[in-house]
């Protein structure tokens, strides 16, 4: 697989990965979506990896990951950069799931379910479309308020030209969307155990 950041990630469907966890041949599946979107619904049997911190120790990791391993989030835009970010740590045989759990659930397929909160990508609409509707209403009062709103635009433009986003990547740190502890130390034990005990599932 190429490393280059413009290569298009192997994908495996929901059908897919189902067929191959119900033939007992289930890939390393690693969710990299934040722990409070993990801990509302999972497919059984994944690792939480959230994005920042796969990216931050993808060495580390690489050396735990030796199999097929299959990468997950909301729909898959995050599971594309932690492909990237494998990838080019000289990471191989890796898919990202194609259209994420929401493919997955939309496929009525099993999830370990938790106390819902609201996804990531939900929590930076509320947020950027907050700040902007106050910032054009404010700006009624205080006329230099509409580039707060203009600033809020060109970041959104810039995260989908970028397939990026600055903030996601802030909403992700705050304590609602950390929920339970999910270091290197813990994600690695994990790992390196295998054991249901350590995938919540």
Same mark, same amino acid.
């Given at each position: @697989? ?16 189902? +067929? ?5 041949? *289930?890939?390393? !599946?690693?969710? %990299? ?15 939480? #990896?959230? !994005? ?43 898919? #990202? ?6 493919? /997955? ?12 909160? /609201?996804?990531? +990508? ?5 947020? *950027?479309?907050?700040?902007?509707? %106050?910032?054009? !209403? ?8 509409? /580039? %707060? ?17 600055? @903030?996601? @990547? ?16 813990? #994600? #690695? ?13």
């Amino acid at each position: @697989m190429s490393t280059s950041e413009n290569a298009r990630p192997a994908v495996l469907d929901a059908a897919a990965l189902r +067929e191959l966890i119900d033939s007992g041949r *289930a890939p390393r !599946l690693l969710d %990299v979506r934040t722990p409070a979107e993990f801990e509302t619904a999972h497919i059984p049997g994944a690792y939480n #990896v959230p !994005l920042d911190l796969l990216k931050e120790h993808r060495e580390e990791l690489r050396h735990h990951l030796d199999e097929d391993v299959v990468l997950i989030c909301r729909s898959g835009v995050r599971a594309t950069q932690a492909e990237q970010a494998l990838s080019g740590a000289g990471l191989p045989r890796l898919k #990202v799931l194609n259209g994420g759990m929401t493919a /997955w659930q939309a496929a009525h397929a099993p999830i370990t379910q938790g106390a819902p909160r /609201w996804d990531l +990508e939900r929590q930076v609409r509320l947020v *950027a479309g907050s700040i902007v509707l %106050v910032s054009i !209403l404010g700006s009624v009062f205080v006329p230099g308020l509409k /580039w %707060v709103a203009g600033f809020i635009g060109a970041g959104l433009t810039v995260a989908a030209v970028t397939n990026t986003c600055a @903030m996601g @990547m802030l909403l992700g740190k705050l304590p609602y969307n950390r929920g339970a502890s999910c270091d290197l130390d813990t #994600v #690695v034990g994990q790992l390196r155990a295998g054991s249901t005990t350590g995938q919540r599932s």
